[in-house]
């Protein structure tokens, strides 16, 4: 399978990074990169061929074409790729743009799927949300789950105003859990550990929390009350948790996130 890439960025780079790990040879992909030191690096890092425009690329032989080049550019960069698609799957990894605007920035052109992976991927433990119309047959969604399965866990949505959802749980969630540690560093360094040894009593508390959980049949509701015993120490943290309406900040902060997805959904759409 010949891959193109329009955007040779951290995630364009690790999607094909994580292609040529799973076998994909890197002769087949070739990679649309206007900076010429991350194309130096893409060379050096992952030996493919890159170009600085897609008029150069050979749009014609991919097989399918990935676009990971920021939302704000997409609608200027995908301007001369619309007249040379024939036949390809058309993967959009940029966080907003809908199958619709980019349907109509292609003149038209619809065999789009439109997915929503993490940062994780550029460790390949991501996880990837997927939309497709009708318009995308079958063997089309299987080559996305391929390109985006190299880095990761696949979800297919059945809407696409789920991912707005996904960015908001998953997307996004990156950052939840980097704040979780950054707090979880500063009260330790709090009650006297030097910073790393607070970096490392954290980092190992949640890598390990999250194999159990993964590894374990119980729910996170049941792991956490295995940990509480009443009256304790852990008891008496939840409790000030409780209080402080973590809980219920999450949701909030979760459902700000899905109402800013779609908002941004409507200002990138707009052809100004």
Known sequence: MKVLFVGGGNMGRALAGGMIAEGTPAKDIRIVEIAAAARERLASELGVESTDSIASADVENADVVVLAVKPQAMRKTVGPLGALLTRQPVISIAAGIRIGDLARWLGGYRRIVRAMPNTPALVRRGI??????????????????????????????????????????SGSGPAYLFHYLESMIAAAETLG??????????????????????????????????????????????????????KAAYLEALRAADARAAELGDVLGRDE
Not at 202 to 215: D, F, M, N, P, V
Request: aromatic fraction near 4%; proline fraction near 3%; hydrophobic fraction near 50%.
């Open 193 to 246: 550990f030097a910073p790393d040894a607070a970096r490392q009593l954290a980092y190992a508390t949640a890598r390990g929390s999250i194999e159990l959980a993964l590894q374990s049949a119980d729910s996170p509701a049941v792991l956490r009350e295995q940990v509480t015993s009443k009256g304790g120490t852990t008891a008496a943290a939840l409790a000030v948790l409780e209080a402080r309406g973590v």
């Open 128 to 169: 990837t949300g997927l939309y497709a119309t009708a318009d995308v047959a079958a063997d089309d969604r299987v080559t996305a789950e391929r390109v985006l399965g190299a880095v990761g866990e696949t979800l297919w949505c059945p809407e696409e105003k789920v991912l707005d959802a996904i960015t908001a749980v």
